[in-house]
């Protein structure tokens, strides 16, 4: 079960689950005359994060620390790049980039104590403009609200794809915090020599 509650207006109670049962909605609703509102959700099956997409590929991701939530990064030549890796704190050596063909990018979505998970499904590159797509590979389910952390995806993009001059880098399509007045960084002006 992830959720249950009433439903004042409509007289009835509403029940999200979990299963991969084809039946339990139909058989849980048919046994409570009309009364009960049964929605569900797919068992999450394995997931990974999408390793590359048109115009860009997946490097590297982890977990940092909470100053990096809601944060985005460039870094278009080789000493920006081990300033970046070492901010947010990845294990390993950083990678080998041909920043004459790439550019790093990082995004830092924020996580609580409960649900760490988070699954990078996509970057979008189009009207001057990069941001990450991201899921929760288990929702539906009840998080706490805390930042504990940022989950971070650090991403090689083409310089092909991008404006000669430059981009905007977001961390997702639309604002998901307060912005600069809390101290984060979702939004940043990057410019290409």
């Not at 849980?28 to 994060?49: A, C, F, I, K, Y």
């Not at 860009?56 to 081990?82: C, K, M, N, S």
């Amino acid at each position: 079960m992830v959720g249950a509650g009433i439903d004042i207006i409509r007289n009835v109670v509403t029940l999200e689950v979990k299963t991969n049962d084809p039946s339990f909605e139909e058989r849980m609703e048919s046994q409570s005359g009309g009364r009960l509102d049964v929605t569900v959700h797919p068992v999450p099956g394995p997931w990974q994060n999408a390793s590359d997409g048109d115009g860009w590929r997946l490097i590297a991701f982890g977990e940092a620390g909470g100053e990096e939530a809601y944060t985005v990064h460039a870094a278009t030549d080789q000493e920006a790049f081990v300033t970046m890796w070492t901010a947010l704190g990845l294990d390993g050596d950083v990678p080998a980039v041909e920043f004459a063909e790439e550019v790093i990018v990082s995004f830092g979505h924020g996580i609580g104590s409960s649900c760490r998970e988070m699954r990078l499904d996509d970057v979008t590159i189009e009207g001057g403009e990069v941001f990450s797509l991201t899921s929760d590979p288990l929702s539906p389910r009840a998080c706490t609200s805390d930042l504990a952390g940022a989950a971070v995806f650090v991403v090689a993009v083409s310089r092909d794809a991008l404006p000669a001059n430059g981009f905007t880098l977001r961390l997702s399509h639309d604002p998901l915090t307060c912005g600069a007045e809390c101290g984060s960084s979702e939004e940043i002006e990057v410019l290409l020599r």
